[in-house]
Every structure is written in structure tokens, then in C-alpha cells.
């Protein structure tokens, strides 16, 4: 038993990283609790629960030919969805187009092609509840020109010649 150097380590400095939402400084108070006594109850049952509410962490990114989205702690898996939502074309007028795949991991990826015309796209992690779709986790927005930095690159160079 490896027994904790922090002699102020409690469940309610746990509690308070929590309210100030440092997770991770609550989980390793937690587990240097429970290192030095394994039957304190108190820090097992709030471990439990810091586990049962972990988050689901997304992220997305943009290339020239695809979306590219990793998630990671990912609850209850197979119900959740990676769902994005694409704005083409004229910002007045956008065309949406809405795309899902279901979540078969708790830790995985997937591509989707990017489209070719100029857009942005929102993608969240979520699921059906009683009331409609939940979102769980979303991602900054991303953004992209019709153009890829290769052709970009082609045209300036073109122009340079005239």
C-alpha cells in the first residue's frame, strides 16, 4: 500500500477541486485517499461518482479533403452519436447538411469527407432523452474555403506569371 505524502488531502478538498471544476486534481486527491486508507468510504463513493459523471471529450478538425473527429470517455456507448452539422455554400442561404455515426467505443474516431464547397461544421457527441436530443460534448466550430492551400498555392503562383 503506497500511503499519500499530502497530509491535507480530504474528501472535502476533493469536493471543493470539484465545485471549481478540476477533476483531475479531485481524482488524484481520491486516489491518494484511498491509497492510504482503501475502506474510506466517503472518498470511494465520491471516486464513483466522479466516475459515473465524466464527461465525454470531442475533438474535430478540418483538412483539405475530410473531418476528422476522436472522442474519448464516452458513456454508454452504443446509444451516443458523433453528429455533425454542415452550413455550405452562401452564408445567407446555407445549405445544411446533417450526418451521424454511432459512437461503437467509448474511446474511438472517424473521417468524414469534407465537402467541397466553401462551409463550416458544428459536431457533438449526444443522444436521445425523453425530451428531444442531448448534447454531451461539442466542439469549437470549424471553418473552411473552397480552395485547398495546394490549389491556393497554384493560383498565386499563376497570377505571379501574368
Do not use: N
Request: hydrophobic share 40%; charged share 25%; with cysteine.
Amino acid at each position: 500500500m503506497t500511503r499519500s505524502r499530502d497530509p491535507i488531502a480530504s474528501t472535502t478538498i476533493a469536493r471543493l477541486y470539484l465545485a471549481q471544476g478540476h477533476r483531475r486534481k479531485a481524482a488524484r486527491m481520491l486516489e491518494a485517499l484511498i491509497d492510504r486508507d482503501p475502506s474510506d468510504g466517503s472518498a470511494l463513493h465520491l471516486r464513483e461518482r466522479l466516475e459515473r459523471t465524466e464527461m465525454p471529450t470531442l475533438t474535430a478538425a478540418v483538412d483539405d479533403a475530410h473531418l476528422e473527429v476522436t472522442w474519448d470517455a464516452v458513456r454508454d456507448a452504443p446509444r451516443r452519436h458523433v453528429v455533425v452539422v454542415s452550413y455550405l455554400g452562401d452564408a445567407t442561404l446555407p445549405r445544411i447538411q446533417v450526418t451521424s455515426v454511432t459512437c461503437e467505443e467509448a474511446t474511438g474516431e472517424c473521417t468524414f469527407a469534407r465537402p467541397r464547397e466553401p462551409g463550416s461544421a458544428a459536431v457533438c457527441i449526444g443522444f436521445m432523452g425523453p425530451g428531444g436530443f442531448v448534447a454531451e460534448a461539442v466542439t469549437s466550430p470549424l471553418v473552411w474555403s473552397s480552395q485547398t492551400p495546394d490549389s491556393e498555392a497554384a493560383a498565386a503562383a499563376h497570377s505571379a506569371l501574368e
